[in-house]
């Protein structure tokens, strides 16, 4: 299914798989996550009804109390306010119907919902009793501008010949006897009732809910640790298949050395290409004739050999120096053309001495030459600097019997240049530069 051992693993077909894995595990890992999330709302709604279902419960229980201290406050002073607020909650603000309807939510919490009905019930009960003391003094005070409900409320014949004083007496005792307390301990007992049923709903619902997340946070565990593992895998093979081979091809091409044929099938095939390509560009500079692409003199490349470099190099992973001798032409002149040849063969054979082998020198004119330093994008400026001034050390010494030589040099980084022409135009910038400031010395260029 890779492909043979000898041709190596298909990095395409092994990409393919493992993307395909990565998919289904990460759609797993997506699916459980949004379960996962779904059980954590779950507990979180469990958790939320039933401080709603508390509330209700004590809201019931508040609204009652609320009437209770309204009604005592109106027979005690006999102030209208107190039943107007009695009136007000009882028909208008309903915070005992609106308890009542918040537990009726559906059949799970049924249980909860019955024993806060009863408690209503003995709250609408326990009404009956405070109708009757409220008109006790309605009667007792002559009030006329009361609810239309109270008309409803028909007093004693025993209770309707009181006096006024009498009247609040009994009202008073009414709201205050041990029998209108324990109906309040009757809507209070109904209330506690209703809370241990919602205490029950919610501890089944946030169980069920927490063993339902425990799972689904099982199911991300194994998911994420597979995930995990995938990609591991598919650093590892992407590392083995593909990144190891190429930097050690990028090592190889630097050392001007053929590829290692080892990896995926399809670097292995790439790196049969290079190599062949490769063996015949060596086979092409071999077959170049010495005479024809070397200066006679001093055994550097010649005009036609610098020519052939400039389009084989990779200029984005190389220096360029042109270095020109100073004032040649009075060399010739004072010593004569033949210590001149021999100042020209000395400098090529310094410029040997310092830079490497694979670097190449170039004589482009008379006194005109030209260093390609490949591979070199990496090297630091320093580095030329040191050689610039060994070259300048070994030329300027006069033990050879030769007049000591000066040098102007321009300097440029092939990746500040863009394309071979520009190449030269910088570099031949850069050595006028040189020149401007007083020959013997070099000049990086800088834009």
Same mark, same amino acid.
């Given at each position: 299914?890779?492909?043979?051992?000898?041709?190596?693993?298909?990095?395409?077909?092994?990409?393919?798989? =493992?993307?395909?894995?990565?998919?289904?595990?990460s759609?797993?890992?997506?699916?459980? /996550?949004?379960?996962?999330?779904?059980a954590?709302?779950?507990?979180?709604?469990?958790?939320?009804?039933?401080s709603?279902?508390?509330?209700a419960?004590?809201?019931?229980?508040? +609204?009652?109390?609320?009437? /209770?201290?309204?009604?005592?406050?109106?027979?005690?002073?006999?102030?209208?306010?107190?039943?107007?607020?009695?009136?007000?909650?009882?028909?208008?603000?309903?915070?005992?119907?609106?308890?009542? *309807?918040?537990? &009726?939510?559906?059949?799970? +919490?049924?249980?909860?919902?019955?024993?806060?009905?009863?408690?209503?019930?003995?709250?609408?009960?326990?009404?009956?009793?405070?109708?009757?003391?409220?008109? %006790?003094?309605?009667?007792?005070?002559?009030? /006329?501008?009361?609810?239309?409900?109270? &008309?409803?409320?028909?007093?004693?014949?025993?209770?309707?010949?009181?006096?006024?004083?009498?009247?609040?007496?009994?009202?008073?005792?009414?709201?205050?006897?041990?029998?209108y307390?324990?109906?309040?301990?009757?809507?209070r007992?109904g209330?506690?009732?209703?809370?241990?049923?919602?205490?029950? =709903? +919610?501890?089944?619902?946030?169980?069920?809910a927490?063993?339902s997340?425990?799972?689904e946070?099982?199911?991300?565990h194994?998911?994420?640790?597979?995930q995990?593992?995938?990609i591991?895998?598919?650093?590892?093979?992407?590392?083995r %298949?593909?990144?190891?081979?190429?930097?050690d091809?990028?090592?190889?091409?630097? *050392?001007?050395?053929?590829? /290692?044929?080892k990896?995926?099938?399809?670097?292995?095939?790439?790196?049969?290409?290079?190599?062949?390509?490769?063996?015949?560009?060596?086979?092409?500079?071999?077959?170049?004739?010495?005479?024809?692409?070397?200066?006679?003199?001093?055994?550097?490349?010649?005009?036609?050999?610098?020519?052939?470099? =400039?389009? *084989?190099?990779?200029?984005?992973?190389?220096?360029?120096?042109?270095?020109?001798v100073?004032?040649?032409?009075?060399?010739?002149?004072?010593?004569?053309?033949?210590?001149?040849?021999?100042?020209?063969?000395?400098?090529?054979?310094?410029?040997?001495?310092?830079?490497? &082998?694979?670097?190449?020198?170039?004589?482009?004119?008379? &006194?005109?030459?030209?260093?390609?330093?490949?591979?070199?994008?990496?090297?630091?400026?320093?580095?030329?600097?040191?050689?610039?001034?060994?070259?300048?050390?070994?030329?300027?010494?006069?033990d050879?019997? %030769?007049?000591?030589?000066?040098?102007?040099?321009?300097?440029?980084?092939?990746?500040?240049?863009?394309?071979?022409?520009?190449?030269?135009?910088?570099?031949?910038?850069?050595?006028?530069?040189?020149?401007?400031?007083?020959?013997?010395?070099?000049?990086?260029?800088?834009?």
């Open positions: 299914m890779f492909g043979n051992r000898e041709n190596g693993i298909s990095h395409r077909i092994v990409h393919l798989w =493992l993307v395909i894995i990565i998919i289904i595990f759609g797993t890992v997506i699916i459980a /996550t949004f379960r996962l999330s779904n954590f709302m779950r507990i979180t709604a469990a958790s939320q009804q039933n709603d279902l508390q509330k419960a004590h809201e019931l229980m508040n +609204a009652s109390d609320y009437l /209770t201290e309204q009604v005592q406050r109106f027979t005690l002073n006999g102030d209208i306010r107190f039943m107007n607020l009695y009136f007000e909650e009882a028909f208008e603000s309903k915070r005992r119907e609106e308890a009542l *309807s918040k537990m &009726d939510i559906d059949s799970s +919490a049924d249980a909860a919902f019955g024993k806060l009905q009863e408690a209503m019930e003995s709250s609408v009960n326990l009404m009956e009793q405070e109708y009757y003391a409220m008109r %006790l003094v309605v009667e007792a005070k002559g009030y /006329t501008d009361y609810p239309e409900v109270l &008309d409803d409320v028909t007093l004693s014949a025993e209770d309707a010949a009181l006096s006024p004083s009498e009247k609040i007496r009994r009202a008073t005792e009414l709201v205050l006897n041990d029998e307390y324990e109906q309040k301990d009757k809507i007992t209330m506690q009732k209703s809370l241990i049923e919602v205490d029950k =709903l +919610a501890e089944t619902k946030v169980d069920s927490i063993v997340l425990k799972h946070m099982g199911v991300v194994v998911a994420i640790f597979m995990a593992l995938i591991f895998l598919t650093i590892w093979m992407t590392t %298949l593909a990144i190891n081979p190429v930097i091809a990028v090592v190889q091409i630097k *050392s001007d050395s053929p590829i /290692t044929e990896g995926s099938n399809e670097f292995r095939y790439l790196a049969r290409a290079y190599n062949k390509m490769y063996d015949k560009n060596k086979s092409s500079i071999e077959r170049l004739n010495f005479k024809a692409s070397h200066d006679e003199l001093t055994g550097a490349y010649n005009r036609a050999g610098y020519d052939f470099l =400039l389009t *084989s190099i990779d200029l984005n992973n190389a220096h360029m120096l042109l270095f020109d100073d004032n040649f032409k009075t060399i010739n002149d004072t010593y004569g053309h033949e210590t001149g040849d021999k100042a020209l063969i000395k400098l090529v054979n310094v410029l040997k001495g310092v830079f490497r &082998d694979d670097d190449c020198i170039c004589r482009i004119g008379g &006194d005109e030459f030209v260093v390609f330093m490949v591979h070199s994008g990496s090297m630091q400026r320093r580095q030329i600097e040191s050689k610039m001034e060994q070259i300048n050390a070994e030329l300027e010494s006069a050879d019997g %030769l007049p000591p030589i000066t040098i102007s040099v321009g300097i440029v980084n092939g990746k500040d240049a863009g394309d071979a022409e520009n190449l030269f135009k910088k570099s031949d910038a850069a050595m006028y530069e040189s020149k401007k400031q007083g020959k013997n010395t070099y000049t990086f260029y800088s834009g």
